[in-house]
């Protein structure tokens, strides 16, 4: 009976290529990992358009100016960095307050926080100790950061949400 098994084995059923059986894995996953990373990270403009249409506080492309009462929106924290100077390095601390017009302007404000502060302190961040000190220098800082948050938050809502940006506190050591 052993010598059986061993002639069955010798002569015995042809093996079957897994290599077919492989390809076809390999195809089905990249495929599957393709589409998820497509529905995942963009999809199509469809389903942004329909993202933006259902958020009540987003607005379609508008380039006419905010109406109603202004407010202004403190920024949580003070901006403190360092600035190089020829002499020393300088530390500087700046409060802001950002005007805008409106429940829905005050709504959007609140909600970007976080991306408005990085706007901000990379505005500030580029600046030049030596332009700080005189008040041309602050107001030329005032209006780059004032672009700077204007043309971040109009990418996101399609228009400029905030009318002002306000130091409140200027420090610089």
Known sequence: MADGLELEEKDGPKKKSKLPLIIIIVVVLLLGGGAAAFFLLGG???AATQEVAGDESAVVMDNTPATGEAFYQPMPKPFL???????????VEIKVQLMGRGDDDHNLIKKHIPLIEDALLSTFSGAESGNLSTQAGKDELRKEALQKVQTTL?????RKVVEQVLFTGFVMQ
């Open 44 to 46: 199509s403009d469809d």
């Open 154 to 158: 109009q990418t996101l809502t399609g």
């Open 81 to 91: 960095f360092n600035l190089p100077a020829a002499d020393r390095s300088r530390l």
